[in-house]
């Protein structure tokens, strides 16, 4: 039988449903304290991870969850066709480097905080298509490398707007393949590129909000659902503002999220006014989702959510040139 990736609007639509069989997640100390504490592979007590700099930290959690996600779906390394993986650090220096550990192709992706439904997309397209059979799909931040990249030193003690997110120290993989028990992926819709002209690099919750918005706006109508059909709609790192204002905006075009939508920046944290507007990077929805939101899913709490990781895609040189920041958000349907 001929194998189709049929594609009406901006959305993918996968007839052989590629199966999520295992997922492999860790993080810090501070996301721990929080609900994923008692869900993720491996809790940190010391963000360092027996590393001298954030950045090698950062790119030993992300091997460490590519490795358990690979080893929770009963498989070994040289069984894996690719990996498709990316990070928020220049060139993808994590992604990177974590992939020389691995005997496997690599495709580097890069979406910002959108990153975990973007190589979840790509990987099912893929699997779905008969091109391969096993991919591990993954990503992850740390507070200290993101804070050091696009805003300041922690040495340098600057004060945080109340505005601002807290980057989440964490990573983590999923296995995709043809075949076995598991979460099936039905569908994915690609994200475009929105920009409000938000220039302020602390609010990340205003600027990705209307590019979330944009993707399950179009989701709904290329799948012609409604927000009530799924049992949950996971954004990624919007955080409490941007949480709100994607509500509002999803109301204003005629549709009502406000019943079932869970914001992963809103959740991750024990107590969210301690951490200000709540958790963003793209270790956040990577870790929400491949630990709480898919155990749930396999003890079929949840049967249908759908999952809009959101990202900011900025720079440094951008924003010191006094640019906007666009964003953007892709969103993946997952089924039991």
């Known amino acids: 039988m001929q194998i189709q990736n049929t594609l009406r609007g901006h959305t993918l ?16 100390p501070k996301e721990c304290a929080g609900i994923v504490g008692n869900f993720v592979d491996k809790a ?37 066709d690719v990996l498709v993986s990316g990070d928020l650090l220049n060139q993808i220096i994590s992604a990177s480097f974590a992939a020389r550990d691995f005997s496997v192709p690599f495709l580097g992706v890069y979406s910002a905080c959108s990153t975990m439904s973007q190589s979840i997309m790509l990987s099912a397209a893929l699997v779905n298509a008969g091109y391969i059979n096993n991919a591990v ?17 922690l040495e340098q003690g600057t004060t945080r707007p109340p505005q601002s997110q ?12 043809n075949k076995g028990e598991g979460v099936k992926i039905v569908n994915a819709t690609m994200g475009r590129v929105i920009d409000y002209g938000v220039t302020d690099v602390n609010n990340m919750g205003a600027a990705m909000a209307p590019a979330c918005a944009h993707t399950l706006i179009q989701h709904f109508r290329d799948t012609n659902t409604q927000p009530e059909d799924y049992d949950l709609i996971l954004s990624g790192d919007l955080g409490a503002l941007g949480s709100r204002l994607l509500k509002d905006l999803c109301w204003e075009k005629g549709f009502d999220i406000s ?3 869970v914001d992963c920046g809103e959740i991750i944290y024990k107590v969210i006014e301690d951490e200000f507007q709540g958790g963003s990077g793209a270790g956040c929805s990577a870790v929400v989702f491949n ?14 959510v759908l999952f809009a990781a959101t990202g900011a895609l900025l720079s440094t040189v951008s924003s010191g040139q006094g640019e906007s920041i666009p964003c953007i958000s892709h969103a993946v349907q997952l089924e039991v």
């Open 13 to 28: 639509f996968f007839d052989k449903k590629p199966v999520i069989t295992a997922t492999g997640t860790i993080a810090g």
């Open 44 to 80: 940190l007590s010391d963000d360092m991870f027996g590393e001298s700099t954030f950045e090698k930290a950062e790119c030993k959690m992300l091997s460490y969850a590519i490795d358990t996600a690979i080893k929770n779906a009963s498989l070994d390394r040289n069984q894996m």
């Open 137 to 153: 799909a993954a990503t992850g931040s740390h507070f200290a490398s993101a804070e050091r990249q696009y805003r300041y030193p």
């Open 166 to 177: 807290w980057t989440v120290t964490g990573a983590g993989a999923c296995v995709i393949r």
């Open 259 to 261: 019943s079932n939508h």
């Open 291 to 304: 630990s709480y939101v898919f155990s749930k899913l396999q003890a079929k709490m949840f049967k249908r």
